[in-house]
Each structure stands twice: as structure tokens, then as C-alpha cells.
């Protein structure tokens, strides 16, 4: 009798149980990579979702400026729940435009919403968190923090020299301060065309 070469049954079971763990091995593999591309991609988006909205908030106090002397409004006044005041750089009307805005923390179903306003007008929201506390802080150029501006007392500033937004969320604490580089005193008007000191 002749003998055929060939591969016998046992060496099939073999052969394939060997292809199916080493297949297995590799798609436990890519499922991790991909698991892991996922979170990371996540985190990075939640990271420059965080930076936009502390670029805002800084953007839009950073300009805030005194009114003109005489005026009843636009005065800057701030309480440890929301501020407003003339802005020389609102995000909507652009950097020139002088611009009463309206910044708030606002509680809602368990989520701290940050909202702006310009003129009273329609509210954006520039950021939110989850089961969040938040309160403004207001810096004097003495170096003291007021809970409400303005603060009592002779020679008082028009505006602060610094804003704080302390936040504690399930997302952690967050501390975003912003200098306050607008003008400090109030424009008075010499004529129609001129302001001065």
C-alpha cells in the first residue's frame, strides 16, 4: 500500500487552534489601540473645549474699561454671582466697539452654566459644569479681593484690577483669573470729539 503525504486530522486541529489564538491575541489588541485612540481623542477635545472657553471669559474681561464720566450707565458692578460693565473688546461686537456686557454663573438642573450677554441681549453660553459651585472674586489695586465691586469707601476704582472665577465641579476645581488692562478712572468728555482725563 502506498502511503499519501498530507496532513493528518490532528495536525488540522492544530494548525487551527494555533491561527484562532494568535487571531484572538490581535484583535484584543487593535481593541485596546482603538480604545485607547478614542479616550485620548476625547480628552484632547474636552482639553481645547477648556482652553476656548478660558480664552473667552479672559478675552472679554481683560477689556473691560471704565464709562464715560456723567453717564448713568455702564458703570462696571460685579457680585460674587455675576458682573457687567462697558467692554472694549466684546465677542460679538469686536475689539473697538464699546459694548455693555453681562457676564453670570447660573445654576440649572445640577449644572453651573458661565453665560455672556452684550447690551442685554441675547445669553451665550460659554461654559458649564456638572454638580459645579462657582464665584467671582474682585481685586482691588491695594491687593485685596472684594466678593462685590464697587467696594465702599473714598477713591474707590471704577473697575477692578483683576476678576476671579473659582469653580469646584465633578470635573475638578478650576481657577481662571484675568487682569483687568482697561482704563481705570472715568473718560470725561472736554467737547464732542475729545475725552480726557
Not at 99 to 105: A, F, G, N, S
Request: hydrophobic share 40%.
Amino acid at each position: 500500500m502506498r502511503r499519501c503525504s498530507g496532513f493528518t486530522l490532528l495536525e488540522m486541529i492544530i494548525v487551527l487552534f494555533l491561527v484562532v489564538f494568535v487571531s484572538m491575541l490581535l484583535m484584543q489588541g487593535v481593541s485596546q489601540v482603538i480604545t485607547l485612540r478614542l479616550r485620548l481623542l476625547a480628552q484632547v477635545e474636552r482639553q481645547r473645549t477648556e482652553t476656548l472657553e478660558a480664552f473667552w471669559f479672559k478675552e472679554v474681561t481683560s477689556y473691560i474699561s471704565a464709562p464715560i464720566s456723567g453717564k448713568k450707565s455702564g458703570y462696571f458692578e460685579g457680585d460674587s454671582n455675576d458682573f457687567s460693565g462697558m467692554c472694549l473688546a466684546s465677542l460679538v461686537s469686536g475689539v473697538g466697539t464699546v459694548t455693555h456686557i453681562q457676564v453670570k454663573l447660573e445654576k440649572e438642573d445640577n449644572v453651573l452654566k458661565l453665560l455672556y450677554s452684550e447690551n442685554e441681549d441675547e445669553e451665550w453660553e460659554l461654559a458649564r459644569w456638572f454638580k459645579g459651585k462657582g464665584k467671582f472674586r474682585y481685586l482691588d489695586s491695594n491687593g485685596h479681593w472684594h466678593m462685590s465691586w464697587p467696594t465702599a469707601g473714598e477713591g474707590r476704582e471704577s473697575v477692578p484690577r483683576g476678576i476671579l472665577l473659582e469653580v469646584k465641579s465633578l470635573q475638578g476645581p478650576i481657577i481662571w483669573y484675568s487682569n483687568v488692562s482697561g482704563r481705570r478712572r472715568a473718560w470725561q468728555i472736554k467737547d464732542e470729539n475729545s475725552f480726557m482725563d
